[in-house]
């Protein structure tokens, strides 16, 4: 898959899991939105059991995270993942905060109606892979 493809398949995705390594690899979904070189996402207000995330550790750790988006198809011509390997920085406040939160909120609708209390995660994108069977 060429870059440009792998970065609007991307763009389009509205939910992606989220790789961190700490003592053992830690993998979650999360809601994101790209911004150039930087996909963001917000602690938001789902239910959570505590608010001391192992992924938020994992990364004060080891900044090292890898992000996937897929699509799966009964008909396996049509499969396909893209995947970003990049350097992640929580940020609890400030403009870059503020970029995201608009940015995320104008991808969904539920952070328009109920804005993320938490910090924000701002992961440069070091490499851009992808993988399409057609």
Same mark, same amino acid.
Request: contains cysteine.
């Given at each position: 898959?060429?870059?440009?493809?792998?970065?609007?398949?991307?763009?389009?995705?509205?939910?992606?899991?989220?790789?961190?390594?700490?003592?053992?690899?830690?993998?979650?979904?999360?809601?994101?939105?790209?911004?150039?070189?930087?996909?963001?996402?917000?602690?938001?207000?789902?239910?959570?059991?505590?608010?001391?995330? +192992?992924?938020?550790? !994992?990364?004060?750790?080891? #900044?090292? &995270? /890898?992000?996937?988006? *897929?699509?799966?198809?009964?008909?396996?011509?049509?499969?396909?993942?893209?995947?970003?390997?990049?350097?992640?920085?929580?940020?609890?406040?400030?403009?870059?905060?503020?970029?995201?939160?608009?940015?995320?909120?104008?991808?969904?609708? +539920?952070?328009?109606? !109920?804005?993320?209390?938490? #910090?924000? &995660? /701002?992961?440069?994108? *070091?490499?851009?892979?992808?993988?399409?069977?057609?």
């Amino acid at each position: 898959m060429d870059t440009a493809t792998a970065r609007r398949r991307l763009g389009d995705a509205l939910v992606a899991r989220l790789a961190t390594v700490g003592s053992k690899p830690h993998i979650v979904p999360i809601c994101f939105a790209l911004d150039g070189d930087t996909l963001y996402f917000a602690i938001d207000h789902k239910p959570k059991r505590t608010t001391d995330l +192992q992924r938020l550790r !994992n990364i004060a750790a080891n #900044p090292s &995270v /890898a992000v996937l988006v *897929d699509h799966y198809d009964d008909d396996w011509s049509k499969l396909w993942w893209v995947r970003v390997d990049g350097t992640a920085r929580v940020h609890q406040a400030g403009d870059e905060s503020e970029r995201a939160f608009a940015l995320l909120a104008a991808r969904y609708s +539920q952070y328009r109606e !109920n804005r993320p209390d938490g #910090p924000v &995660v /701002a992961i440069r994108i *070091d490499r851009l892979t992808g993988w399409s069977a057609s």
